[in-house]
């Protein structure tokens, strides 16, 4: 009996040729630069959605008592109406 039959020739060969889809399909699975670019893009804007949340976290945290960084935002405090500081109430006169 020999080694080189038909049969053992035929698997040979077949394993050969799976081994080589095994090599190129991997190759192929690579990503393509469009999918590195979209998944950079998609961390960097979560990466600004979570600085958001915690500036606006930590704004909350401080306390709103602070006019300053109201109005250095462009927010009028309640003590400002149109341009002119009130210091005070008027008193309501007695009748």
Do not use: C, H, W
């Not at 077949?14 to 081994?19: H, Q």
């Not at 990503?31 to 979560?46: E, I, P, T």
């Not at 008592?65 to 250095?72: L, Q």
Request: proline share 3%; charged share 25%; glycine share 10%.
């Amino acid at each position: 009996m020999s080694f080189y039959n038909r049969r053992n020739a035929a698997v040979g060969y077949l394993t050969l040729k799976a081994m080589q889809r095994a090599i190129e399909n991997k190759r192929r699975k690579r990503r393509s630069g469009m999918k590195v670019a979209a998944y950079v893009g998609l961390g960097l804007v979560s990466a600004g959605i979570l600085a958001a949340a915690l500036a606006i976290a930590l704004r909350r945290r401080q306390g709103e008592g602070d006019g300053e960084v109201e109005e250095a935002a462009g927010f009028e405090s309640d003590a400002e109406i149109v341009g002119e500081y009130v210091t005070a109430p008027e008193p309501v006169p007695a009748t």
